[in-house]
């Protein structure tokens, strides 16, 4: 564990100092998430501005649900999508032969390898929206605390689909469209899942688990989450995380690499 973390240092020490060398780039992202949220919050606007709600969700709550939206894009933004979408360019260029000769898990090392600090923005906007919602509703940092259990479940999970969409490169090669059809599912984290009928609810929760990442924290977080759900978050998350190792280890067999 000790030499993984020392490696962890070792890559994002690196990545970051060559990622601020472009510095106007910081601004151009902050600007690109400053722009989304603006969109997002107008959206959401549009519901309540005649006095509608989402069965039961006030303003301030739909802005959790909001806020944690937005934590979720900045963590893929930073650590998912500049690392989880090279797996093609290893698999095209070849160099995936180098990753598996390296004295380390291969996936450790794909999921790690670098760190993006323009998903930053994001995260203090996300951030900043959480610190409002909580004053309006006075929401405690206990409460903050027990809602970031499901949501590193979250996280999780989030991570584990991705990178499991990644190894399919391996038979695929070209897979970019996938992975944005997962980002454009993931969209619809952004509203409470009581916002979608019934069907769609179901979908979302069952089939694609945008609710586990959204929804169930921002519910913890409010005083009305259910345990049930929590250990429901906590089943899939480590599910979808022991899933991704195995079939990264099945697709592996399926690699001939760039000398065969």
Same mark, same amino acid.
């Given at each position: 564990m000790k030499r993984y973390l020392n490696v962890l240092q070792l890559f994002w020490r690196t990545a970051l100092a060559a990622e601020?060398?472009?510095?106007?780039n910081f601004l151009i992202a902050a600007l690109s998430s400053l722009g989304n949220l603006v969109?997002?919050?107008?959206?959401?606007f549009l519901f309540y501005r005649t006095g509608y709600t989402f069965q039961g969700w006030s303003w301030e709550e739909a802005l959790v649900i909001l806020g944690i939206f937005t934590l979720l894009q900045g963590f893929a933004a930073t650590l998912l999508s500049p690392n989880l979408n090279r797996i093609v360019q290893h698999v095209q260029q070849g160099t995936l032969d180098f990753i598996l000769l390296k004295p380390i898990s291969s996936q450790f090392w794909l999921s790690s390898r /670098?760190?993006?600090?323009? %998903? !930053?923005?994001?995260l203090i906007f996300a951030g900043i929206l959480l610190a409002y919602a909580g004053k309006r509703l006075?929401?405690?940092?206990?409460?903050?605390?027990?809602g970031a259990v499901p949501l590193v479940f979250g996280l999780i999970s989030l991570y584990s689909l991705w990178f499991i969409l990644g190894a399919t490169s391996i038979w695929f090669v070209k897979i970019y469209n996938? /992975?944005?059809?997962?980002? %454009? !599912?993931l969209e619809a984290g952004r509203f409470p899942m009581v916002a979608y009928p019934t069907v769609y609810r179901f979908f979302f929760t069952f089939v694609v688990p945008v609710a586990f990442l959204t929804t169930i924290p921002a519910e913890v977080i409010?005083?009305?989450?259910?345990?049930?759900w929590v250990v429901g978050a906590a089943i899939l998350a480590l599910g979808l995380l022991v899933v991704s190792g195995i079939f990264w280890r099945f697709a592996l067999r399926f690699y001939t690499s760039a000398s065969s």
């Open positions: 601020l060398e472009y510095r106007l969109g997002s919050l107008f959206g959401l /670098t760190l993006s600090p323009w %998903g !930053l923005p994001d006075n929401i405690s940092g206990v409460d903050y605390l027990l996938v /992975t944005e059809v997962l980002r %454009g !599912l409010l005083g009305r989450g259910e345990f049930v």
